[in-house]
């Protein structure tokens, strides 16, 4: 079923103002009238993309934020980065200049003046 962009873009820009409508109006974190809200605005604007993208072949530079994502794909590569290393940390920040050979030299010379 094609949809004309435009259609699908009044009802995206109408989503928007039924949940901001319901943010402002909130009882409580869960309130069940946003909750409807939030997910009127996603189902609009996965249309608008679609119909966006079957009329032009484009698509938006947004993506939906999905609660299941968080629970079943977290990403645990990008969190091994996040933590805290201590043997990463370097107190020895004139070391930074020297090439291999100079590093050696001077790692000996601090181990021989017990440095």
Do not use: C, W
């Amino acid at each position: 079923m094609s949809t004309d962009p435009r259609i699908a873009l009044d009802s995206l820009v109408s989503a928007l103002h039924e949940h901001l409508a319901a943010a402002s109006a909130k009882r409580s974190d869960s309130d069940p009238v946003l909750d409807a809200a939030y997910q009127t605005l996603a189902d609009s604007f996965e249309a608008y993309e679609d119909a966006l993208y079957e009329a032009t072949g484009e698509v938006t530079p947004l993506d939906l934020f999905d609660d299941d994502d968080d629970d079943e794909d977290s990403d645990d590569e990008n969190d091994e980065d996040d933590e805290f290393d201590p043997n990463e940390l370097s107190t020895d920040h004139d070391d930074d200049d020297l090439d291999d050979d100079e590093l050696l030299a001077a790692e000996g010379q601090r181990g021989s003046s017990g440095v």
